[in-house]
C-alpha cells in the first residue's frame, strides 16, 4: 500500500501562484499514472491533470495554460504548478497514482484558498 502525501497548499491572492508537491511512501516508478483531481465547496469533484508515464499530460480546460503537472521519479514526486490563481480554483486538492489509467491510491488532499 503506497501513501501519499500532499503539501504546498495555502491561501493565495487571485493572479499568485502556488506549487503542489505529493510525496509517495515508495517508488512512483511503477505507477503508469499520476493526477491532481480537487473538490470545491459544493462540487463534485474533478479531474485538474494527469500525467501517465510516457510523459504525456491533459488539463482540465478550466486550468489549460495556468497549471502544470509534472513527475520527478528519482524523487518519487509529483508536483502541480498553478500560475494566474482564481477564486474558483478554491478546493481541496488531492494528489493520485494508479497502476495503470485512473487513481488506485488518494492522498489526503490539500487545502487551496484563493481570495478575491
Known amino acids: 500500500q503506497v501513501q501519499l502525501v500532499e503539501s504546498g497548499g495555502g491561501l493565495v491572492q487571485a493572479g499568485g501562484s502556488l506549487r503542489l508537491s505529493c510525496a509517495a511512501s515508495?517508488?512512483?516508478?511503477?505507477?503508469?499514472?499520476m493526477a491532481w483531481f480537487r473538490r470545491a465547496p459544493g462540487k463534485q469533484r474533478e479531474l485538474v491533470a494527469a500525467?501517465?508515464?510516457?510523459?504525456?499530460?491533459n488539463y482540465a480546460d478550466s486550468v489549460k495554460g495556468r497549471f502544470t503537472i509534472s513527475r520527478v521519479n528519482a524523487k518519487n514526486t509529483l508536483y502541480l504548478q498553478m500560475n494566474s490563481l482564481k477564486a474558483e480554483d478554491t478546493a481541496v486538492y488531492y494528489c493520485?497514482?494508479?497502476?495503470?489509467?485512473?487513481?488506485?491510491?488518494w492522498g489526503q488532499g490539500t487545502q487551496v484558498t484563493v481570495s478575491s
Open positions: 493520485v497514482s494508479g497502476r495503470v489509467y485512473g487513481p488506485d491510491y
Open positions: 515508495g517508488s512512483i516508478s511503477s505507477f503508469n499514472y
Open positions: 500525467i501517465i508515464s510516457g510523459g504525456t499530460t
